[in-house]
């Protein structure tokens, strides 16, 4: 062996520890930040473990099919799920275009008396693209199926 | 013959001059016809309209900001090993446009995410580590000009490359390790293809060809001028010294 080859060898050996270095420490951090890393919470964390109503995070989940009232004016009222829990929703001004029942939301505020006061609502989209002619075919022919998992034949 | 011959200047030099020209109008051909038939030949989104046409941009450009990174990476460890200084002039010279591709992806999503989500940014996993990519791509380019002497740049710019990567890869797998985020998981995949119709699909696999061809063509060209650029300076230097 030249003397060469034993300097590459090293530098090798150098970048591979260098990479198992930053894989650990990356996967460490993110472990330990997950909750600060997590965009919301789901509708069970908030009510195993409620925050105080002074706090404000996000809640994200589906919107539960039958559950959304339309109030008075831009109010609106809503059941966020995730199938397990349900945590209502309540929520004052202009909904993004994708908001629905059976749809994903990410809402910012405050939870008390069993209540969320949203002061934003997003609408969280899945990875699914169908042309709009297809579903309206198979919605009449009733047989579409929600890529989400719920029935949701017409 | 060995695939470290194109190390060598020269012959890196005749072989990209004669690939550059096919490569270009591959990606030019495969641009207009995947972009076109996108934009106007497709039909709307079930539930997004005619905002769905954005994929064929942002997709594509998300695709090759993080794979130009992966190429930076592979070419500056080359370097490292094994003190090929084409490899290194390659890192350099794709660093520009994978921050281009990263800024367009960046940008297109805030459009997207407007009518969509209802937010043009939100700090989700996914697009935080994004933008931190992006800001990579700015410290990396810097990085090589801050430095005066080659070597100790290429050396300097592989290590932070291999640092970035933390980010290049946290932003494409960030869906999978903290599943409460805003953005979506993939809909593109290796073994199926159902998320998206093939309507959809095929036009926005013409353009993800577009765009890597794009990518290889831009980088050919910019690592030819860095090779000129370099010889221009020994040239000079040795002109001095005369």
């Not at chain 1, 964390?45 to 105080?52: M, R």
């Not at chain 2, 109008?25 to 954005?54: H, M, N, R």
């Not at chain 2, 460890?77 to 490899?87: A, D, E, K, N």
């Amino acid at each position: 062996m030249s003397l060469m080859s034993l300097k590459k060898r090293r530098r090798v050996q150098i970048i591979a520890i260098a990479a198992v270095a930053l894989v650990l420490s990356s996967a460490i951090i993110g472990y330990a930040l997950r909750d600060g890393i997590n965009y919301f919470r789901s509708p069970t964390q908030v009510v195993e473990a409620p925050p105080a109503p002074s706090e404000t995070f996000r809640i994200g989940g589906l919107v539960e099919e039958g559950s959304l009232v339309r109030d008075q004016g831009e109010t609106v009222k809503f059941r966020v799920t995730d199938g397990n829990e349900a945590v209502t929703v309540q929520y004052t001004g202009v909904l993004p275009d994708l908001f629905g029942e059976g749809q994903g939301v990410v809402a910012l505020g405050r939870y008390a008396n069993g209540v969320f006061e949203a002061t934003e609502i997003l609408a969280k989209h899945d990875e699914n693209y169908m042309p709009k002619e297809v579903v309206d075919a198979l919605k009449e022919q009733g047989i579409y199926v929600d890529p989400n998992g719920q029935a949701n034949g017409s | 013959m060995s695939i470290w011959e194109y190390a060598n200047p020269k012959r890196f030099m005749q072989t990209s001059g004669v690939l550059l020209p096919w490569v270009g109008w591959a990606a030019a051909i495969c641009l207009v016809v995947g972009l076109g038939w996108g934009f106007f030949l497709t039909p709307e989104d079930y539930k997004q309209g005619s905002t769905v046409k954005i994929i064929y941009v942002h997709v594509p450009a998300a695709l090759m900001a993080i794979n130009a990174w992966f190429m930076m990476l592979v070419t500056s460890l080359i370097w490292i090993v094994r003190r090929h200084h084409v490899s290194a002039l390659a890192a350099k010279a794709a660093a520009p446009v994978g921050a281009t591709f990263t800024l367009v992806a960046l940008i297109t999503g805030a459009v997207w995410g407007q009518p969509m989500w209802g937010t043009w940014w939100a700090w989700d996993p996914r697009l935080t580590s994004f933008l931190i990519l992006f800001l990579f791509y700015l410290g990396y380019i810097a990085l090589w000009e801050a430095i005066e002497n080659p070597d100790t740049a290429a050396d300097l710019t592989s290590i932070l490359c291999l640092v970035g990567s933390v980010f290049a890869v946290l932003s494409r797998y960030a869906v999978l390790f903290w599943n409460q985020g805003l953005h979506q998981g993939a809909s593109l995949s290796m073994d199926r293809q159902e998320h998206v119709a093939d309507v959809f699909y095929q036009p926005l696999l013409i353009s993800i060809a577009g765009f890597v061809l794009l990518f290889v063509a831009l980088v050919l060209l910019r690592t030819r001028t860095e090779i000129r650029r370099r010889r221009m300076t020994a040239l000079l230097a040795r002109e001095r010294l005369a």
